[in-house]
């Protein structure tokens, strides 16, 4: 539909921990800017969301955000904050998989066409294990990564975020 984002037909509760703090079920959306208001220094934004409950009744909350064009990050609290600091951090993963991947067959990605083999065993969603390759290149992006995200991990103050850092500290010393 027009103005519509996103459509979740369906959510879950998110667990949460022993300060009853919630763990999860964060949804991001990353809106492009318009040309429009490209040079504005404000803007505002309309958001709503529609749901029904388990009894049928339909729901509506509205809400108007005032957004700063052109001042730093601000993050509304830490959970946010950590929710965006995982997507980069995957994204990163992902982009350096798809990196090696593709160097090692010499092509670009297409779906399942890496020139694999076995791969009518395989699932839509799998690929053949490789041997772990990390370019010069990813090394050094994941040491720049790593420095951004021991900053952002003090700042929330959220020791579980140590598995990823050990994880990225693993790769930039790595040697095969």
């Known amino acids: 539909k027009q103005g ?8 879950f509760p998110s667990r949460t921990d022993d300060e009853q703090q919630t763990r999860g079920g964060v949804v991001l959306l990353k809106l492009k800017t318009k040309t429009s208001i490209i040079d504005t220094l404000t803007t505002t934004a309309n958001f709503s969301i529609t749901y029904e409950d388990r009894l049928g009744n339909k729901c509506e909350e509205k809400q108007s955000i005032y957004i700063h064009m052109k001042n730093e990050i601000n ?3 830490t959970g946010i904050q950590k929710a965006i600091l995982l997507v980069n951090y995957v994204t990163l993963l992902k982009e ?7 160097h090692k067959y010499n092509e670009k990605k297409n779906l399942l066409d890496l020139k694999e083999t076995n791969t009518e065993k395989l699932s839509p969603w799998e690929r053949q294990s490789t041997e772990l390759i990390i370019s010069k290149q990813y090394r050094e992006q994941f040491k720049t990564f790593l420095t951004y995200f021991e900053s952002e991990m003090a700042q929330i103050q959220d020791k579980d975020l140590e598995q990823e850092v050990k994880l990225l500290s693993k790769l930039i010393n790595y040697e095969h």
């Open 4 to 11: 519509e984002c996103i459509k979740i037909n369906t959510l």
């Open 75 to 77: 993050y509304t609290n």
């Open 96 to 102: 350096w998989i798809n990196h090696e991947r593709e």
